[in-house]
């Protein structure tokens, strides 16, 4: 099973889950609104790891913040054994 790490905290993963379900399990302060990719609202850095929109594209990102190495986790599910996130982050547009 996929473990995910977010600073301090961390959980092992449903594959079948986006990694925004994890992020809320753990009491994050992730923030949701379209959860399908569109609106970039619940955004966080991806440290370590991949992951896979599985064919949804990520629309809410602009070029800087995929520069930036941030990713949707409305979105993405783990595509490795070990995923490392930052903490979400409000987008600055
Ligand atoms: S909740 Fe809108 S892109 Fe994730």
Redesign the pocket.
Known sequence: MPRLQVGEQGCELDSAQPL?TALQQLGLPV?????????????CPLLSGQIDYRQIQ????NQQELAAGRI????AYPASAELELGEPCYPAR
């Open positions: 925004l923030r949701q609104a379209c959860r399908n990719g569109v609106c970039g609202i619940c955004q990520p629309r809410g990102l949707l986790p409305c979105i």
